[in-house]
């Protein structure tokens, strides 16, 4: 005899948890923490502890084997836009190191600095701030590597632009998910 399900406010309540704990898993994406596994393995926890039920409550592993592929999407887009826009340009190793450690400082600093102005201005100065550590730690190892100025200016250029289209794909890939989670919880 199978196990008989939690009554309908328990779904209804960890689906509202569900959503705040995804939510807060994409602003994490802004830091450049891996936000959207987070709402993956949310959703794991959730269609393990909370099984689909006959009304519609709840989803299973088709669903969650749905979101990791958006995770893997999201992935491939953030990479593709950052790291190879520089690469194509022949950035060298060193600044594409130093790019994603400047990129995640200054996009922490972005949010403590940001934080005062509210969630838009928080959000737009950590892309701001992840953008321009992009372009600094390029700069500084195409510096370090002995590139003369308008070869780092391009290389440092194209890894900002490809930091900011890889985190908009990537945020809005998040986002997606984050609906899809919730429209999945309540409606589905």
């Not at 440092?156 to 490809?162: C, K, P, Q, T």
């Amino acid at each position: 005899m199978p196990a008989t399900p939690p009554p309908d406010w328990v779904y209804y309540v960890c689906g509202i948890l569900l959503l705040i704990g995804n939510l807060g898993a994409w602003i994490a994406t802004l830091f450049m923490m891996p936000g959207n596994w987070l709402i993956v393995a949310f959703a794991a926890l959730s269609a393990y502890f909370l099984p689909e039920t006959e009304q519609g409550l709840g989803f299973g592993w088709t669903f969650v084997a749905i979101l990791g592929g958006l995770a893997l999407f999201g992935e491939f887009v953030e990479f593709f836009g950052s790291a190879s826009k520089a690469k194509l340009h022949g950035a060298s190793r060193r600044s594409l190191v130093l790019s994603i450690v400047l990129a995640m400082l200054l996009a922490t600093v972005g949010g403590v600095v940001g934080a005062p102005l509210g969630l838009i201005g928080g959000v737009v100065l950590i892309i701001v701030g992840g953008a321009a550590g992009a372009f600094i730690g390029t700069y500084i190892g195409e510096s370090w590597k002995g590139r003369p100025h308008q070869e780092r200016w391009a290389i440092s250029r194209a890894a900002l632009f490809g930091r900011l289209f890889g985190t908009a794909g990537k945020l809005i890939i998040g986002m997606v998910m984050v609906c899809l989670t919730a429209m999945a919880a309540f409606y589905f």
